[in-house]
């Protein structure tokens, strides 16, 4: 079983997380862009990613998108931009950028590009439970689904 690196973060309301520990959920869904052209593909995920959320209360979902290490005030200045850009609380404070080294990041997750959005299903322990990519299809999403079932126990629900 892949396990998910410790790496640190802040969400968009200052909290800081050191993941995977700090993650809320029994089992968490990460979604982690490394463009910003990527937020759309989020953006298409989060409706079902809601309705899963509410289905599987030991499920949090979180954003974390990837950007390479800099200085603080660079890091500052993207923080405020993306903070400014959401306008709900909820989706800032599940919004963890993540400022590091992304080379190595992406060798310890087996991401062999940038150029697509992964999801995780992750457990604080770090245990990486199911892996999809890209942006949303209903085979992927169904198999999300199939996952979480399994995996928590909880019936079946319609991702579409």
């Known amino acids: 079983m892949a396990t998910f690196p410790h790496v640190s973060g802040h969400n968009l309301e200052g909290r800081r997380f050191n993941l995977p520990g700090d993650l809320e959920g029994e089992i968490n869904l990460l979604f982690i862009p490394f463009q910003r052209w990527h937020q759309d593909w989020v953006d298409g995920w989060m409706p079902a990613a809601q309705r ?3 289905a599987y209360p030991a499920l949090h979902v979180y954003e974390a998108p990837t950007l390479p290490e800099m200085n603080r005030f660079a890091r500052m200045g993207l923080d405020l931009g993306m903070k400014m850009g959401i306008p709900d609380r909820a989706v800032r404070e599940a919004t963890i950028t993540l400022y590091l080294d992304k080379d190595a990041y992406r060798r ?3 991401i ?5 959005i992964y999801l995780m299903l992750v457990t604080r322990a770090g245990d990486i439970l199911w892996r999809g990519e890209g942006p949303y299809v209903a085979a992927t999403a169904e198999s999300l689904v199939q ?3 399994e995996l928590l126990g909880a019936p079946v629900v319609s991702s579409q």
């Open 108 to 110: 310890a997750l087996d």
């Open 147 to 149: 996952a979480l079932a």
């Open 112 to 116: 062999t590009s940038e150029e697509t």
């Open 52 to 54: 899963l959320k509410a």
